[in-house]
């Protein structure tokens, strides 16, 4: 999110969660320190929990951004080693800690580090796809759901999906919206039209496609 207005928007869905870019270098959506703390406000005015969306690895920096604008909920993108992501939890006792799993070419890249993330205090996992040229967060490519089966496998954490979900396909995930762990997706460029901006008939077409298809194969279990 990068206005009041799309968060406005947003919040006529069940939207829970509203991720805010900050410490992203180049990113599309990067915001100011300043920026940040004002959407975060409105977020929550509007019962939507803001959302810190990283690639910052720095504990110092992470605290006086979480300081400054009041969210609970950090989402590291990135490769931080299981060491790093115990410095930030060290430094951000209190927040909930999403380290996200970077899946590219059928395999999770952190597949091999996967229980010591969680042993290094992270409360969840968020699976996205890694875009052919290596470019992480919001490029569109469908998530492989194998690769995250085996990650959960090796740590069984709750977790969020994202990467290139949209209305269609949905039955491809069934393993994982069976799962007790399964907690939500993280959506972004499935929403948007060409021109970027967010298009409420791609929300409302996602958000009744999964959830028939959750509460299908929840009730099939």
């Not at 909920?73 to 930030?88: D, E, K, N, S, T």
């Not at 952190?110 to 229980?115: I, K, R």
């Not at 470019?135 to 959960?152: C, E, F, H, I, N």
Request: with cysteine; aromatic share 6%.
């Amino acid at each position: 999110m990068t206005d009041v207005h799309q968060l406005r928007r947003m919040s006529c869905f069940p939207v829970e969660l509203a991720g805010l870019w900050y410490g992203v270098p180049g990113g599309r959506w990067d915001l100011p320190l300043e920026r940040l703390a004002q959407l975060a406000g409105a977020a929550r005015e509007m019962a939507v929990e803001p959302v810190l969306v990283t690639l910052l690895d720095d504990p110092g920096r992470l605290r006086a951004a979480v300081a400054a604008s009041g969210v609970r909920w950090v989402q590291l993108h990135g490769y931080p080693a299981p060491a790093g992501v115990r410095r930030i939890r060290a430094a951000l006792p209190d927040v909930t800690l999403v380290k996200v799993i970077h899946v590219r070419a059928g395999r999770a890249v952190e597949e091999p580090f996967a229980d010591a993330y969680r042993r290094a205090g992270a409360d969840l996992f968020l699976f996205d796809s890694v875009g052919d040229d290596g470019r992480v967060g919001s490029t569109g490519t469908p998530l492989d759901p194998g690769a995250a089966a085996r990650v959960l496998d090796r740590a069984e954490l709750p977790f969020l999906l994202a990467g290139g979900l949209s209305a269609d396909g949905a039955d491809r995930y069934d393993g994982l919206l069976r799962h007790s762990g399964f907690r939500g997706l993280d959506v972004d460029s499935a929403l948007r039209g060409g021109d970027g901006s967010l298009r409420l008939s791609r929300v409302d077409a996602l958000w009744t496609a999964w959830r028939e298809r959750h509460e299908s194969v929840r009730c099939a279990s």
